[in-house]
Structures are given as C-alpha cells and as structure tokens.
C-alpha cells in the first residue's frame, strides 16, 4: 500500500464501506440503525446474501455504537460473531444495533438482523476495545446524527466478491493468499474488521465447498482478533474440525506472512452444502 493511499481521507473511493453501498444512523436513544443492500455480486450460488457480505455492517454499526461511548478515544475490534438464521434475496439486510455492555476497556454490542419484511436475518455480536487517543492523533469528531450514506465515489463495474477481495485460491489446500490493497485497509492501514470476516467467511465456505463437492455457505462465524494485519501477502486458511452429512465446522485464520508470519485473527466458523 502506497503512502498517498494511506494518507488518502478515510474511507478511500474503491474501500469496502463504500463497495458495500453502507448506509447507518446514529439515534438518539444510543442505537444504531444501518442496512446494506442485496446486490447479484455479493450473493452465493443459491442466492442469498453472503455472511462475508453481511459482516462489513455488523462491524460499522458497532463501531459506531463503541466509538460513541468512549469519545475522545478510539476504539479497534476484539472479538466478532455472526449467526445467519435466515437467507435474504432481495431488497436490504437491516440492523438495529444497542450496547449491551460499556465497560472500561470493552464495549459489547448486539446488532438483530431482519429482512425488508421484518423477517428475523440473525443477529452479530462484536467487542471493540478501548484505544486510548495520543496527543497526536487528531480527534476524531462525534457521528453526526442523520442517515449516513458510504456511496463509491466513481462509477465501476461491480465484481464478484471474491475478485473484489483479490483472493487467490489455492488449487488443493483448503487456503487463499492476498495482498493489502485500499480496498480493505482500515484508518489505521491495517485489514478492516468487517473485511478480515468476510475473508474468513470465505474460508468457512471452501472448506465446505471441498468436504460436500457443492457450493457451500458460511452460516455462523466467530473469531478474534489478535493483531493488525498490515503487511501482507496475507494467507488465509481454514482447517476442518467436524463434518456431518449437512454442515462443516472448521478453524479459521488469518496470517500475515509479510510480518513473520504473524497470526492476526483466529475462530471458527460453521458452512453447511447449498444443494437447491
């Protein structure tokens, strides 16, 4: 990544935020309300959206619900759960997002998801922790109320997203390398959370897509975040832990190969057959 992309304002033209078409709103009873719409590239084979697709607003919603409750300090991601208990198809994946528990150093949030229907979508549970802001840093200014809307600022075909992502599959290992590009770099040029999810959803998704023979789709993801990832090239692989005849349980994580081989996240995560 190039020093004029990094002191680029944040986030950048191309960055996921703005792929994603995001849109929140911070409310004044401490909640935030986002949803992102279900477009044909972000869709598996059986047309539902994506749980890698779903993450990048789970992980905005909670940030910003985090960011709020410990102004002037930042805030980084810690630890990250997505369950999808419905398949959504068309129109928009909505998100209500509360604070279940502020404390010194952590904030837990919960974001309930629904579909254009109100139909139950599943629901996210992320944990920022607590960045004490350095005289140096400029500081950042409070969400400011209204719907905030993350829009690309020029016009591009859209891609799949694992070419979005810029993904290179291994032919037989259950693993994946890429680069660090703007697309997914973070204010602090590192993975972007919601990014690093949607990586590891893909990972949940090969490793269900090699055990069934089929497409598969990653339906539960939880994983922590255990350092910046800001080097690269980056692997990402996953390890089966249980198979059965209709879903994977498998290890994911995230290395960054350009920085010692350091692990920067690790979980698990739950891929079941797409067969319809």
Same mark, same amino acid.
């Given at each position: 990544?190039?020093?004029?992309?990094?002191?680029?304002?944040?986030?950048?033209?191309?960055?996921?935020? %703005?792929?994603?078409?995001?849109?929140?709103?911070?409310?004044?009873?401490?909640?935030?309300?986002?949803?992102?719409?279900?477009?044909?590239? &972000?869709?598996?084979?059986?047309?539902?959206?994506?749980?890698?697709?779903?993450?990048?607003?789970?992980?905005?919603?909670?940030?910003?619900?985090?960011? !709020?409750?410990?102004?002037?300090?930042?805030?980084?991601? &810690?630890?990250?759960?997505?369950?999808?208990?419905?398949?959504?198809? #068309?129109?928009?994946?909505?998100?209500? /997002?509360?604070?279940?528990?502020?404390?010194?150093? $952590?904030?837990?949030?919960?974001?309930?998801?629904?579909?254009?229907?109100?139909?139950?979508?599943?629901? !996210?549970?992320? $944990?920022?922790? +607590?960045? !004490? %802001?350095?005289?140096?840093?400029?500081?950042? #200014?409070?969400?400011?109320?209204?719907? &905030?809307?993350?829009?690309? +600022?020029?016009?591009?075909?859209?891609?799949?997203?694992?070419?979005? &992502?810029?993904?290179?599959?291994?032919?037989?290992?259950? #693993?994946?390398?890429?680069?660090?590009?703007?697309?997914?770099?973070?204010?602090?040029?590192?993975?972007?959370?919601?990014?690093?999810?949607?990586?590891?959803?893909?990972?949940?998704?090969?490793?269900?897509?090699?055990?069934?023979? /089929?497409?598969? +789709?990653?339906?539960?993801?939880?994983?922590?975040? $255990?350092?910046?990832?800001?080097?690269?090239?980056?692997?990402?692989?996953?390890?089966?832990? %249980?198979?059965?005849?209709?879903?994977?349980? /498998? %290890?994911?994580?995230?290395?960054? $190969?350009?920085?010692?081989?350091?692990?920067?996240?690790?979980?698990?995560?739950?891929?079941?057959?797409?067969?319809?």
């Amino acid at each position: 990544m190039s020093d004029g992309e990094k002191k680029q304002r944040y986030p950048g033209p191309r960055q996921i935020l %703005r792929y994603m078409r995001l849109e929140q709103e911070m409310r004044d009873d401490g909640t935030v309300w986002a949803r992102t719409p279900v477009l044909d590239d &972000l869709l598996d084979s059986g047309g539902a959206m994506r749980l890698g697709a779903i993450a990048p607003m789970c992980d905005l919603a909670a940030g910003a619900v985090s960011s !709020a409750n410990v102004a002037p300090d930042l805030v980084a991601t &810690l630890d990250f759960k997505l369950h999808l208990s419905g398949l959504v198809r #068309s129109g928009f994946v909505n998100a209500l /997002c509360q604070p279940l528990r502020v404390g010194k150093n $952590t904030i837990l949030s919960e974001s309930r998801l629904t579909d254009d229907q109100g139909d139950d979508a599943g629901a !996210a549970y992320v $944990t920022f922790t +607590r960045l !004490a %802001r350095k005289d140096n840093i400029e500081k950042i #200014s409070p969400m400011r109320r209204g719907v &905030l809307r993350y829009q690309s +600022r020029e016009e591009e075909a859209r891609l799949p997203l694992d070419e979005y &992502l810029g993904i290179r599959l291994h032919p037989t290992e259950l #693993s994946f390398d890429l680069d660090h590009h703007a697309r997914i770099y973070n204010s602090f040029g590192s993975i972007q959370g919601g990014a690093m999810a949607a990586l590891l959803e893909r990972s949940a998704s090969l490793a269900g897509e090699r055990a069934f023979g /089929c497409p598969a +789709r990653t339906v539960d993801l939880h994983f922590s975040y $255990t350092a910046q990832a800001r080097v690269s090239p980056f692997r990402v692989t996953s390890e089966i832990l %249980r198979t059965s005849e209709d879903s994977v349980l /498998c %290890r994911v994580e995230l290395r960054d $190969t350009g920085l010692d081989d350091r692990l920067a996240a690790v979980g698990t995560a739950m891929a079941v057959p797409i067969r319809d």
